[in-house]
């Protein structure tokens, strides 16, 4: 059985063959389902979120530019619908220091996971969503400059900026959270 690469089944979808879209969600689901949670904390906006990502890439499949790669295009489409999101909670919700807690891990669970997972945890909570959202991307969607350039709609150099100045605030945050 062929293995179809994922610019090759964008194609099929845009030429109508939409059945194969499930392919896409399956190679994708659990990756950017993982991207939204991480960034939001939120299973059923992170469900919204995914969700919302394949119905737009099936309206928008006719502005798939086949020069490009599938994959930061997709993250891209993502990365719009979160950034909506997150726009729109700030708007109702204000993050205090008190709701850290809240935003990581669920405090019955703290036994359950490493102390250096906890930190991270809490630290990634203090970051600005949009940091937090970068470093996402970075380590564990493993994304490269590049494509997290494309998926921002930002030069190469500012997303190597960004990344550094987010996984800087990281580390003086994980310096910060007694063990």
């Known amino acids: 059985m062929t293995v179809l690469t994922d610019e090759l089944l964008l194609q099929k979808i845009i030429r109508g063959e939409t059945q194969v879209l499930g392919v896409l969600y399956k190679r994708y689901s659990t990756l950017l389902f993982n991207y939204f949670y991480r960034v939001t904390k939120d299973y059923n906006a992170s469900n919204d979120l995914l969700m919302e990502t394949f119905a737009r890439i099936h309206k928008y499949r ?105 996984l800087k605030k990281l580390k003086a945050l994980l310096k910060d959270i007694k063990t």
């Open 62 to 166: 006719h502005s798939y530019k086949p020069s490009r790669k599938v994959r930061p295009w997709i993250f891209q489409i993502g990365s719009n619908l979160l950034k909506d999101h997150l726009k729109k909670i700030s708007k109702t919700i204000s993050i205090h220091e008190s709701d850290v807690q809240q935003i990581g891990v669920q405090p019955d669970r703290y036994s359950e996971i490493s102390d250096r997972q906890r930190r991270t945890q809490q630290a990634m909570a203090r970051l600005k969503l949009s940091e937090r959202n970068i470093v996402t991307q970075y380590y564990l969607l493993e994304m490269s400059y590049e494509a997290i350039a494309e998926t921002e709609n930002i030069t190469v150099n500012n997303a190597r900026i960004k990344v550094c100045r987010a």
